[in-house]
C-alpha cells in the first residue's frame, strides 16, 4: 500500500506539472501574473517580493478548489466502496480515452468549449488574488480538464478522504511550484517560453501517452503490482522514511 501511495503521489505532482506546460495554462502565465500583481512585467521583476506574495495567494485559491474536487471525489468513493474493483476498472477506461483525446485522436465537445472565468478588473487587495485563484481553479480550461479528471477518477478509486486531499495538494503543488519560479523569473520565464513554444504540442501528447498507460494499469489492476515492484527496488533507508 505505500508502494501504491507513493507512486499515486508521483503521478499527481507530475500531472500538476503537465498542467502547467499545457497549452490552455503557459502562454497565459504572464497574463496571470500582471493582473494578481497589478503591476506590469517589468515592474514585476523589480518587486518580486509582491510577485511572491500574490503568487502565493493565487495558488491558495485554487488548491482550496482541488482539494474539495478531491474530498468530492473521495467521498463518492467510499459510498461506493462495494464496486471498488469496478470503478477501478470504468475509471481506467475514462482514463485511457482522456488520454487519445490528449493525443488527438477524436475531439470531446464538452472540451472544446471555454469555460475560464474571466474578470474585466480583478477584485482589490490579497484576498482578490485569492479569489482569482478560485476563479482559476473552479472555471478551469478544455485541455488541462483530462488531466485533473483523471487524477480525481484516480481518487475516488482509493475511497480515502485523507489520501484523497493529499493527492489533490501534490497535483496543486506539481503546477504551483512552476508558477512561483516564473513569477520570481518573470524575464528568463519568457525567454524560456520562446525556445519552448514549438514544442509545446509534444506536453500534450506525452500527456496523452502517460494517461492511457495509467489508464490500463487501473483497468488490468497492475497499477498496485508496479507500485510493489517499484517499492522493492528502493533502498531501505529511503523506504523508511517514506
Known amino acids: ?11 499527481a505532482f507530475s500531472a500538476g506539472i503537465l ?14 501574473v500582471t493582473f494578481i500583481t497589478g503591476m506590469s512585467l517589468e515592474e514585476v521583476q523589480s518587486s518580486r517580493r509582491t510577485a511572491l506574495i500574490h503568487s502565493l495567494l493565487f495558488i491558495v485559491g485554487f488548491t ?4 474539495a474536487f478531491g474530498a468530492t471525489a473521495s467521498v463518492l468513493g467510499r459510498v461506493l466502496i462495494a464496486a471498488r474493483g469496478w470503478i477501478s476498472r470504468i475509471g481506467g477506461v475514462l482514463i485511457i480515452i482522456f488520454g487519445l483525446y490528449l493525443l488527438g485522436a477524436f475531439n470531446i465537445r464538452a472540451f472544446a468549449q471555454e469555460r475560464r472565468v474571466h474578470f474585466a478588473n480583478k477584485p482589490v487587495g490579497y484576498l482578490g488574488t485569492v479569489l482569482v485563484g478560485v476563479a ?7 485541455c488541462i480538464g483530462p488531466i485533473l479528471g483523471s487524477i480525481l477518477i484516480y481518487t475516488s478509486s482509493t475511497a480515502d478522504l485523507g489520501r484523497g ?29 520562446a525556445r519552448f513554444r514549438s514544442a509545446m504540442i509534444w506536453v500534450n501528447r506525452i500527456g496523452g501517452v502517460l494517461l492511457i498507460v495509467i489508464g490500463l494499469l487501473l483497468v488490468t489492476n497492475y497499477f ?10 528502493t533502498p531501505a533507508v529511503l523506504r523508511s522514511r517514506i
Open 224 to 233: 498496485t503490482l508496479l507500485a510493489s515492484y517499484l517499492q522493492a527496488l
Open 64 to 67: 482550496i478548489i482541488f482539494l
Open 136 to 142: 482559476f481553479g473552479a472555471g478551469w480550461t478544455p
Open 165 to 193: 486531499l493529499v493527492l489533490l495538494g501534490m497535483y496543486s503543488l506539481g503546477l504551483a511550484v512552476p508558477f512561483v519560479a516564473a513569477a520570481l523569473a518573470i524575464d528568463h520565464f519568457l525567454a524560456a517560453f
Open 19 to 32: 498542467s502547467f506546460l499545457s497549452p490552455c495554462v503557459l502562454p497565459l502565465i504572464p497574463s496571470y
Open 1 to 11: 500500500m505505500e508502494g501504491t501511495a507513493s507512486l499515486g503521489l508521483l503521478i
